[in-house]
């Protein structure tokens, strides 16, 4: 028999469902659990985070050879113009779509104040990072150039059996347990009452967010294939 795979799209989708439709019924204590699990969780991540950026990009430019430096600026230059271009695209069309679409007198409380409103875990277990993004990013930049210009390969192959860690990382533990993450999320709001206020919302802005991300794409992909003319 064929083992039926869902893919992580899927499980998300289905995240959202049970977290809505147990939070009709799960008493408080019982969700709890999950909002518990979705702090650490949530600590973890972001304890993860500038790992994983150290972990991917570091190698990456490391392996790029003698030639990363010259590569890595002009890849800098275009991902800098396109992030100055997606980002005022962005701004311009949700500030024409978002008010006529979004009701403007909400009640924003909840969101204000979620303690307010919100189940709060049992217990909290702080996870600070080692660094934050920007530091792991720049460090990535240096330690990679720097691979890619010196003889030695002792450094490389640490950065490459890094990276076989943090790729065992995302796939045994982040991506496996994200599900459950979203489904914690909706299952708290579910069981707080806020659910209703917010869904609406929610799908008008991914609505709004896919069609965005396909236009953009598109002008990414009109503009790369015109240069290689």
Same mark, same amino acid.
């Given at each position: 028999?064929?083992?039926?795979?869902?893919? +992580?799209?899927?499980?998300?989708?289905?995240?959202?469902?049970?977290?809505?439709?147990?939070?009709?019924?799960?008493?408080?204590?019982?969700?709890?659990?999950?909002?518990?699990?979705?702090?650490?969780?949530?600590?973890?991540?972001?304890?993860?985070?500038?790992?994983?950026?150290?972990?991917?990009?570091?190698?990456?430019?490391?392996?790029?050879?003698?030639?990363?430096?010259? +590569?890595?600026? +002009?890849?800098?230059?275009?991902?800098?113009?396109?992030?100055?271009?997606?980002?005022?695209?962005?701004?311009?069309?949700?500030? #024409?779509?978002?008010?006529?679409?979004?009701?403007?007198?909400?009640?924003?409380?909840?969101? $204000?104040?979620?303690?307010?409103?919100?189940?709060?875990?049992?217990?909290?277990?702080?996870?600070?990072? #080692?660094?934050?993004?920007?530091?792991?990013? +720049?460090?990535?930049?240096?330690?990679?150039?720097?691979?890619?210009?010196?003889?030695?390969?002792?450094?490389?192959?640490?950065?490459? $059996?890094?990276? $076989?860690?943090?790729?065992?990382?995302?796939?045994?533990?982040?991506?496996?347990?994200?599900?459950?993450?979203?489904?914690?999320?909706?299952?708290?709001?579910?069981?707080?009452?806020?659910?209703?206020?917010?869904?609406?919302?929610?799908?008008?802005?991914?609505?709004?967010?896919?069609? #965005?991300?396909?236009?953009?794409?598109?002008?990414?992909?009109?503009?790369?294939?015109?240069?290689?003319?």
């Amino acid at each position: 028999m064929k083992k039926i795979r869902i893919s +992580l799209l899927g499980k998300v989708i289905i995240a959202i469902g049970l977290g809505i439709l147990l939070g009709q019924f799960l008493p408080n204590g019982i969700a709890r659990i999950f909002v518990t699990f979705n702090s650490l969780f949530g600590n973890f991540l972001s304890f993860s985070i500038p790992l994983i950026i150290l972990g991917l990009v570091a190698p990456a430019i490391g392996e790029l050879g003698k030639g990363a430096g010259k +590569l890595l600026a +002009l890849t800098a230059i275009i991902a800098y113009a396109s992030t100055l271009f997606s980002g005022f695209f962005t701004f311009f069309s949700s500030s #024409l779509v978002f008010p006529r679409i979004l009701p403007v007198e909400m009640e924003f409380s909840a969101i $204000d104040n979620p303690e307010d409103f919100m189940l709060q875990p049992f217990f909290v277990v702080g996870m600070p990072p #080692l660094m934050d993004v920007m530091t792991a990013l +720049l460090l990535s930049f240096i330690l990679g150039l720097g691979i890619s210009s010196i003889m030695g390969n002792t450094l490389k192959e640490f950065f490459i $059996d890094f990276r $076989d860690i943090i790729n065992k990382l995302i796939q045994v533990a982040i991506i496996p347990l994200l599900p459950i993450h979203i489904f914690g999320i909706f299952l708290n709001m579910t069981v707080s009452g806020q659910v209703a206020s917010v869904i609406g919302m929610f799908m008008k802005v991914i609505v709004v967010i896919f069609v #965005l991300h396909v236009l953009l794409l598109l002008i990414q992909f009109t503009l790369a294939g015109g240069g290689n003319c």
